[in-house]
């Protein structure tokens, strides 16, 4: 912790305010993305049983096809039942959203303790920014990515644990057997990791300006204090 000059002039900048934006954004986007947990809920009737509610609980990171309705009665209505798994594994999209997240998360992190305790090492040393720099322009492309990927993934879902579902069960064709849809679980939450995911996208990537300004600036003032003539006169000045 050599050097530490703690200083929060950085963060009224937008530099430094963006990046608490990204910061807080970035913990908003995995926490509702991997903190879900939900369920599909159906109504069977069948030999001996009627109106029995059988459930699928899925959660993150959404591997539906592991995902097993409960049977509806020990006999499994006259033998006609047999396991009913819910389609389809999303993991992929949904693991890289949040893997993204807490990754941004971790660097947001590292870069306002540099911001608020080492800004002029920041400033003096071209590196950090080129660094910042080039690390803002590829967050900015996986984000892009990444959340499409999600935002396609959550459509997929949504259609494989909603209504749409009872066709495509077997077990609910048998003869003298129905099964009625009854909810599953509200989404909204999984809707707001995808609308987080798309302003960091807007956030990042408007943000490649500044730090881009922040990487030229420092680079010409380094430029500039090297000449001989300037570091003469600099020079001079401390002496006096």
């Excluded at 660094?131 to 803002?136: L, Q, V």
């Excluded at 590829?138 to 259609?159: C, E, G, N, P, Q």
């Excluded at 209504?163 to 495509?168: C, D, F």
């Amino acid at each position: 912790m050599a050097d530490l000059r703690v200083g929060f002039g950085l963060l009224l900048e937008p530099l430094g305010f963006i990046k608490v934006l990204e910061w807080i954004f970035s913990i908003i986007a995995f926490a509702t993305c991997g903190g879900f947990q939900g369920e599909t809920i159906l109504l069977v009737s069948c030999k001996d049983v009627v109106n029995k509610t059988i459930t699928a609980a899925f959660a993150y990171p959404f591997r539906l096809d592991t995902v097993v309705f409960s049977a509806p009665d020990p006999k499994c209505c006259g033998g006609n039942w047999t396991d009913v798994y819910l389609v389809g594994n999303f993991s992929g999209s949904a693991q890289s959203f949040v893997t993204l997240a807490v990754l941004v998360f971790l660097y947001c992190t590292a870069a306002l303790v540099v911001y608020i305790g080492y800004k002029h090492v920041y400033q003096q040393n071209s590196n950090f920014p080129l660094t910042d720099f080039y690390i803002t322009v590829i967050t900015s492309f996986l984000w892009l990515v990444i959340t499409l990927a999600w935002a396609a993934a959550l459509t997929d879902i949504k259609m494989s644990t909603g209504a749409r579902i009872i066709p495509g069960i077997e077990s609910c064709k048998a003869p003298a057997t129905s099964c009625q849809f009854v909810s599953v679980t509200s989404m909204a939450t999984l809707n707001v990791s995808v609308v987080f995911g798309f302003l960091n996208i807007i956030l990042w990537g408007g943000n490649i300006w500044f730090v881009h300004k922040y990487a030229n600036q420092y680079n010409q003032s380094n430029r500039i204090s090297r000449r001989p003539g300037i570091y003469s006169i600099q020079r001079g000045i401390q002496r006096q």
